[in-house]
């Protein structure tokens, strides 16, 4: 659900009419647009997928990755890797350009250099044009946060450029590329806290009890909203009660355990580089030792973050193109695990 209007309709309808607790909305300014009905009714929001920080509300744990818990293994990786100049494009909100943001900050630290920066239309399916001019400048890497389809168009004309480039992301996950006609001679790297070609015994249960085809990391973020808002309601009935059963400890999940921190609501976890390969699937090239602490605020040093940030639309967050899939996702776990919830927004 994209249309922040609509989402305040709808959960204010619902909270009028008793349900307090809900999984999901797939961008900020949905979940911006909702906070005041949360504090007004006693509303508690568990919060699927990444995000670009800066928030910290009582009525919300957030359940996806800040940007510290990707871009701070990622970028330096990609630089060993591959090289140091990156062209950066995205869609055109503020997730993209935030994240960019912070790109820039990186690189400026780690010695790289940005060679191209540019942003589209949400739904934009030529990128001819940008393609010819990223491939004069030969990046080492092309750095995308483009999101639904227009992914799919830019990385399939994106194999015609000589040489191959490849192309990174904090954003493109399993069901992306299983929409793409891809000839696999181009090299593509995600980072998520969840592949579903992970090895745990967690993730071996969770894919043999749902018997889902294709899972993001977005999707195993749901699964874990369903199973932490479980375990709150089991032990409390009110939602501040709720929260506080879920903060301060160890869950177990499928992208491993994960912890709750009391003081920002936001999840613990592992940060993962997946290399995507021919069958689909990615290979875990790096996973972090521990669990990467979430820093929603500012993470980098400030004379870093001086560069003046662009106007651009009002829709902010992280689009989840496999929306859909997750909704059904969620409705299934949460007929299993706790008949109590009733709506998902």
């Not at 992306?176 to 070609?197: D, I, K, N, V």
């Not at 977005?218 to 506080?244: D, F, I, Q, R």
């Not at 902010?316 to 776990?333: A, D, E, H, K």
Request: glycine letters at 6%.
């Amino acid at each position: 659900m994209f249309r922040p209007d609509v989402a305040y309709q709808v959960t204010k309808e619902l909270l009028e009419q008793g349900v307090h607790y809900f999984i999901g909305l797939y961008t900020s300014a949905s979940r911006k647009r909702i906070l005041p009905l949360l504090d007004q009714f006693d509303g508690l929001l568990l919060y699927p997928t990444q995000y670009e920080g800066k928030e910290a509300h009582s009525s919300v744990i957030y359940c996806g990755p800040t940007p510290n818990q990707s871009l701070l293994s990622f970028v330096p990786w990609l630089m060993q890797e591959e090289g140091t100049r990156f062209a950066l494009i995205g869609s055109d909100y503020i997730y993209p350009r935030e994240m960019n943001v912070y790109l820039h900050a990186l690189m400026k630290q780690y010695g790289g250099s940005i060679v191209r920066e540019s942003y589209f239309s949400l739904g934009e399916r030529s990128f001819e044009r940008e393609l010819n001019k990223i491939e004069q400048l030969r990046p080492d890497v092309i750095f995308s946060t483009l999101v639904g389809d227009s992914v799919i168009h830019f990385y399939e004309q994106s194999e015609l450029l000589t040489p191959h480039i490849p192309i990174a992301s904090t954003i493109t996950s399993e069901t992306e590329f299983a929409e793409m006609q891809l000839t696999g001679e181009q090299r593509h790297y995600s980072c998520f806290p969840y592949f579903q070609s992970s090895t745990n015994a967690s993730n071996a249960r969770f894919l043999n009890d749902f018997n889902v085809p294709l899972v993001s990391s977005a999707m195993e973020g749901a699964y874990n909203c369903v199973h932490l808002l479980a375990e709150g309601m089991n032990k409390a009935n009110h939602p501040s009660e709720v929260k506080t059963k879920m903060t301060n400890r160890m869950h177990s999940a499928p992208r491993g355990d994960i912890f709750v921190d009391p003081d920002n609501q936001h999840v613990h976890m592992k940060t993962r580089i997946g290399e995507h390969e021919a069958d689909g699937r990615f290979q875990v090239r790096f996973e972090s030792e521990k669990r990467v602490a979430p820093t929603p605020f500012t993470f980098l040093d400030k004379k870093l973050q001086r560069r003046q940030r662009p106007q651009s639309p009002m829709t902010t967050g992280s689009p989840c193109y496999s929306s859909r899939s997750l909704n059904r996702l969620v409705s299934t776990l949460i007929r299993s695990s706790c008949s109590r919830v009733t709506a998902i927004c």
